[in-house]
């Protein structure tokens, strides 16, 4: 008897060959020269799959012919696959979604850019030439992000393990344990904070979840077992106040008073959803915050050093007094 494939791997493989036809269509409308041999090279598949997909082509009402002039094959010029009526605001924001998961450290999967390039095949000439020329225009550069080129397997199983509903088994090197360490995880939610892509996940035995680096993973595989992922868990309830990542158990009001130099640069940006922003007469700016833990603004506060002074709380005063006296002392051997 034929073992039946699990819902999710028929899904899968479901998705990849509506994928693989799409991409069919897409070559053989554009300007190129498109045999079944140079498809088929391209995707990476046999002759026979080729066929196949253009098979699936003409049964949905596609055009397509064999040019024996041009040697190649051709669907009618005329022809556009039904797609969203899409406004000129929408398309730029499509390219401006290409351009943003191309930067390095979101570039963890295809992104946007293969439904762009779909948008552009099915379209009139305005909609792709609107699309090339944002695409063009748009860039996102030096974003100084976690490098995570080298956990793309691990981003996508992670991804997978999160849509299929299932539990995750792998390796982590936890910077305060000496070795990897094995993992067995309920996935809740892939997020990226300041620079880093994280993964919240509850191990399996404990009550409540926590916060793993998606770096740090060795490895990581999917498995058959379903994970236990409350419905409604709040992504903006776990975080709290944290500065950044990890949330510390006590709540600080902080106040810090920026030079009038510095004011307009520190107020450029929202560093944290409670930040509160107060302009003095003589230039400089107070900002204040509320936040659980001081560990994480504490390295923030010190990239001000000689342009913030720390009003409050007392704490974080001492923290920075401490970490700075420890770079003189370092530094002036």
């Not at 709540?251 to 307009?264: C, I, K, N, S």
């Amino acid at each position: 008897m034929t073992k039946r494939r699990p819902d999710h791997e028929r899904r899968l493989r479901q998705n990849d060959r509506l994928a693989r036809v799409l991409r069919v269509l897409e070559l053989i409308q554009s300007r190129g020269r498109w045999d079944a041999g140079a498809i088929a090279a391209e995707l990476e598949c046999s002759e026979r799959t080729v066929y196949r997909d253009l098979t699936a082509l003409e049964l949905a009402g596609v055009p397509w012919r064999y040019d024996e002039d041009e040697r190649c094959y051709r669907v009618r010029p005329d022809f556009r696959f039904p797609v969203l009526n899409l406004t000129e605001d929408e398309l730029v924001g499509q390219a401006t979604a290409t351009a943003v998961t191309q930067a390095a450290g979101l570039n963890i999967n295809a992104g946007a850019g293969p439904t762009t390039r779909k948008l552009a095949a099915m379209s009139g000439d305005k909609a792709s030439q609107l699309l090339a020329d944002a695409a063009q225009l748009v860039a996102v550069l030096d974003l100084k992000l976690a490098d995570h080129s080298k956990h793309r397997d691990i981003i996508g199983t992670i991804q997978s393990a999160l849509l299929n509903r299932k539990q995750l088994a792998g390796k982590y090197a936890s910077p305060y344990q000496g070795d990897a360490v094995s993992l067995h995880l309920h996935p809740y939610r892939l997020c990226l904070i300041k620079q880093a892509w994280y993964l919240i996940a509850r191990p399996t035995g404990e009550e409540h979840p926590r916060t793993y680096r998606v770096a740090r993973f060795k490895s990581a595989r999917s498995l058959d077992a379903q994970a236990e992922s409350p419905a409604n868990f709040d992504l903006a309830a776990y975080f709290g106040n944290a500065w950044a990542v990890y949330r510390g158990e006590q709540t600080f009001d902080v106040e810090l008073v920026f030079t009038r130099e510095a004011a307009p640069l520190v107020t450029e940006t929202i560093w944290h959803p409670t930040q509160k922003a107060h302009p003095q007469p003589d230039g400089s700016v107070v900002l204040t915050f509320r936040v659980d833990g001081l560990n994480e603004i504490l390295r923030w506060v010190l990239g001000w050093a000689g342009r913030v002074r720390v009003v409050r709380p007392v704490e974080l005063r001492e923290m920075v007094v401490g970490q700075l006296r420890g770079a003189l002392e370092m530094n002036s051997q």
